[in-house]
C-alpha cells in the first residue's frame, strides 16, 4: 500500500470512529456513573427534575446547563456550560465560570461533585462501564469497598497531580473491637460496624470517599486538604464515635477508634505508599493509647 492510499485509509477509518460526549463523575456520591450528552439541552441541579440531579445541599435546584450545538461548518458538536444565577458558582478547573465552551478533559465542579467532559470513543465507552461496574458497596457498612475507594482514588491522585492539590488518606482501626464480639456477641459487632460506616458518612465531607478496608479498618480520602486540617476532620470523627453510644437489643456499646493521616504528595506519591504511611502513624496511636489522631 503506497503512501497516498494509507493516508487515504487513515482517514476512513477516522470517520467511521464515531465520538461521543459524556460528564464522568469522579468525585461525588455517585462516583464512576457516565451521562452521555446526546439531548440539545440538559440542567445540572439538586432538583430531582434535573437532567442531572447532584442531591447535595450545596447545589442549587437548578444550578447549571449545558447547551449542545450542531456547527455545520465544522461538522462537529460544541458543547456549552453556562450558570444558571446558582447560589456556590459553577466552576471548571477550579475557575469560577458564567458561560464557557468546555474542552475535552476539563473538570466541572458543582458543589462537591466533580464532573469530568470527554470525548470518547466505543471502547473508551466499554472501558468506563467497567469501571462503573466495578465500583461496588461494602453490604454491612453501606460504605465502598476497598477495591472502589482504590479505583477512586487513583484517579484523584491524578487531579491532584495536575493541578498541584494536596490529599489526605486517613487509615482508621476500632479499639478493642474483639471485646465487643466477645461480650455482645457478632451479630452486635455486625451491628456495631454498620453504626460505625453511618458515623464516618455523617462526620466526613460529601467530598471524602470512605470504604471498610477489612474486619474493623476503615480507609477514607480528604481531597484537597493538607493532613494538619485533615487531622483536625478526623479528631472531629474520632469524638463523634467516641461519643455516640451504639443501641443494640438491651446493650449499650462503646467503642473509639485510632486513626493515622498522610499526605500526598509529601508522605508518598502512590495509593501503596500513602497507605503505608498513614498505617504507621495508625501504629504509633495504637501504641501511644488509642483513641487518638496521629500524623504522618
Given at each position: ?30 462516583i ?41 461548518q ?10 444558571m444565577?446558582?447560589t456556590n458558582?459553577?466552576?471548571v ?7 464557557v465552551?468546555?474542552k ?10 466533580i ?34 475507594l ?10 491532584c497531580?495536575q ?13 478493642y ?48 486538604r ?7 476532620a478526623?479528631?472531629h ?22 486513626i ?11 495509593i ?8 504507621e ?9 488509642r ?6
Open positions: 500500500m503506497d503512501h497516498t492510499v494509507r493516508i487515504k485509509a487513515q482517514k476512513r477509518s477516522q470517520a467511521l470512529r464515531r465520538i461521543y460526549a459524556v460528564l464522568i463523575v469522579i468525585q461525588g456520591r455517585e464512576g456513573r457516565d451521562y452521555r450528552l446526546r439531548k440539545p439541552e440538559y440542567v445540572i441541579g439538586r432538583d430531582r427534575d434535573c437532567d442531572i440531579c447532584i442531591p447535595e445541599k450545596t447545589v442549587s435546584r437548578t444550578h447549571a446547563k449545558i447547551q449542545v450545538t450542531y456547527c455545520r465544522r461538522d462537529i458538536c460544541e458543547y456549552r456550560l453556562v450558570d444565577g446558582s458558582k459553577t466552576f478547573d477550579n475557575s469560577e465560570v458564567q458561560s465552551p468546555l475535552n478533559g476539563q473538570k466541572i465542579r458543582i458543589g462537591n461533585t464532573l469530568k467532559f470527554e470525548l470518547i470513543d466505543a471502547e473508551d465507552i466499554k472501558y468506563h462501564r467497567e469501571i462503573q461496574r466495578k465500583i461496588k458497596y461494602d453490604d454491612l457498612t453501606g460504605l465502598l469497598t476497598k477495591e472502589s482504590y479505583l477512586a482514588l487513583q484517579h484523584e491522585l491524578m487531579r497531580k493541578f498541584n492539590l494536596p490529599l489526605s488518606v486517613l487509615m482508621m482501626d476500632l479499639d473491637f474483639k471485646r465487643v464480639n466477645d461480650t455482645y456477641g457478632h451479630p452486635a459487632g455486625s451491628h456495631t460496624l454498620k453504626e460505625i460506616g453511618s458515623i464516618i458518612s455523617k462526620n466526613l465531607r460529601e467530598t471524602d470517599v470512605s470504604a471498610r478496608y477489612g474486619g474493623e479498618e476503615f480507609v477514607s480520602y480528604l481531597s484537597e493538607a493532613k494538619d486540617t485533615a487531622g483536625v478526623a479528631d470523627l474520632r469524638t463523634a464515635i467516641a461519643n455516640t453510644p451504639i443501641i443494640f437489643g438491651d446493650a449499650t456499646i462503646s467503642i473509639t477508634i485510632s493515622g493521616i498522610a499526605q500526598f504528595p509529601e508522605d508518598g506519591r502512590t501503596d505508599e500513602l497507605v503505608a504511611k498513614a498505617d502513624a495508625l501504629y504509633v496511636a495504637k501504641n501511644q493509647g483513641n487518638q489522631v496521629r500524623l504522618a
